[in-house]
């Protein structure tokens, strides 16, 4: 049943994350919000809604272990799972803003949260709210750039907001959004109820489960649409997206979760290892985009991405 529970309960995220993005979008047209703007902050918070549930339920109920073992775990698999296996489908290329902005507050972000966790092994609720003030920081940053970037005629990341969404009434809207809620409330509880009843069933601790199958099952909507985007050949796939997925996971869900329920490091292994491979992850994009082949992560520059994560997974398991 376990097994089951984890699997209805992702299928709940994701359904109800879909119907949340949705009707998010749908709304902010009703007030007469720039597209670019709901592209980069609506959309951002509401994708990051499935992970936030998760972890907000998991504190609640005490298992500090699964809300940050999942975040942590997620933005491993984006980088190792996700980009490594879309890069091994088709070469990526990186833009100049994952030099200049990407990359650098992933950076931020993560040294952060490593600092704040090792400190006392609790995320307090003051650490939260430095996270989310860093977040509400990047955001401002992010749309005055973009803004900038629209200005002088370059590409706008507006592209990923449904224009469709702009004539949906308002009773569509809120059934989304009550069917969204609904989805996302009862999937977090089966899915963190299933992950504990397996971690007590194979013999291992919930931190394992957090940072592989519930890390994976929460990475499977980017990696649905980061391959189907290159099966597609299509020019939009954005790395940018991908680590922004990371920042957003850092800033918003355990910022958001830590104003509401301190999280308190229950495994030791998060802060001696997990954190430090999420660090590597984040780190080693750099000089992978500066090897041969400069701006762009190729066939086997993913493969090698994409072995470090089964190296990872393995490692977790085996320990």
């Known amino acids: 049943m376990s097994v089951f529970y984890i699997v209805v309960g992702l299928v ?39 992970e936030l549930l998760v972890s907000l339920q998991a504190a609640m109920d005490g298992y500090s272990s699964i809300s940050l073992g999942n975040v942590i775990g997620s ?11 879309t890069a091994i489908l088709g070469s990526l290329y990186v833009e100049r803003d994952f030099f200049t902005m990407h990359w650098p507050s992933m950076i931020v972000f993560s ?27 990047f955001l401002v940053v992010l749309i005055r750039s973009a803004k900038r970037s629209s ?47 397996l971690a007590t069933l194979m013999g291992v601790s919930e931190r394992v489960i957090a940072v592989t199958m519930i890390a994976v099952g929460t990475s499977v909507p980017e990696l649905a649409a980061s391959v189907i985007a290159v099966l597609k050949q299509e020019k939009s796939i954005s790395i940018g997206n991908l680590i922004g997925s990371n920042i957003f996971n ?29 660090l590597a992850f984040a780190l080693v994009l750099l000089p992978i985009t500066l090897l041969p082949q400069r701006n762009e992560i190729n066939r086997l520059k993913g493969g090698v991405i994409f072995l470090g994560y089964v190296t990872f997974i393995a490692l977790t398991f085996l320990k």
């Open 151 to 197: 200005l002088k005629g370059e590409e706008s990341v507006s592209d990923e907001v449904d224009e469709n969404l702009e004539s949906v009434s308002f009773f569509k809207i809120m059934m989304w959004l009550l069917i969204g809620g609904a989805a996302l409330y009862f999937g977090s509880e089966l899915l963190v109820k299933g992950a504990v009843d």
């Open 111 to 137: 040294g952060l949260l490593y600092l704040f966790l090792v400190n006392d092994n609790v995320l307090s609720f003051y650490e939260g709210g430095m996270l989310l003030g860093a977040i509400i920081i």
């Open 250 to 278: 850092i800033g918003s869900v355990l910022g958001i979760t830590a104003l509401v329920q301190p999280i308190k490091v229950e495994s030791a292994q998060i802060v001696t290892n997990d954190i430090f491979w999420m």
């Open 75 to 85: 933005n491993i698999a984006n980088i190792g799972l996700v980009l490594g296996i």
């Open 12 to 50: 709940l995220l994701v359904v109800g994350g879909e119907f949340l993005v949705r009707s998010s979008v749908a709304l902010s047209f009703k007030f007469n919000i720039s597209k670019m703007v709901i592209g980069l902050t609506v959309v951002s918070f509401a994708t990051s809604a499935p």
